[in-house]
């Protein structure tokens, strides 16, 4: 069982930045691939936005977040970063970090094996 936790979300205005943070306990975080989801509202569906396998590569929603954001990981202490930039009153949602042992099938099917209880981003405007 993986367990995750998120970290670094918050109150930010328009055009600043956050970083979020997740670590991954529970067991191996060997060739996880790991992302981000959010939920922009309720009743919304939840939205892919990023993910990087074990060995770095990464996969982002283009059309919702633009270049504006960029995944990172640290193997050796089992974390994975999303650096948000340029950030956007839209932007404002719940983030979610997941983690699957698929490579990116898992997230882009939108269901991976595993989820984070979920970090508050609200963005002023």
């Known amino acids: 069982q993986v367990r995750l936790r998120e970290s670094g979300g918050g109150l930010v205005q328009a055009g600043g930045s956050l970083r979020l943070s997740c670590a991954a306990s529970g067991r191996t975080f060997n060739n996880l691939t790991m992302g981000w989801f959010r939920r922009q509202a309720p009743g919304k569906e939840i939205e892919f936005v990023s993910?990087?396998?074990?060995?770095?590569?990464?996969?982002t929603n283009v059309d919702a977040v633009a270049g504006r954001f960029s995944i990172s990981r640290d193997n050796a202490k089992n974390t994975v970063d999303l650096l948000m930039n340029s950030l956007e009153p839209e932007d404002t949602g719940i983030y979610y970090c997941a983690a699957d042992a698929r490579d990116f099938a898992g997230m882009y099917s939108g269901a991976p094996q595993h989820w984070g209880q979920g970090t508050q981003v609200t963005v002023s405007s």
């Open positions: 993910a990087i396998t074990w060995g770095g590569q990464t996969a």
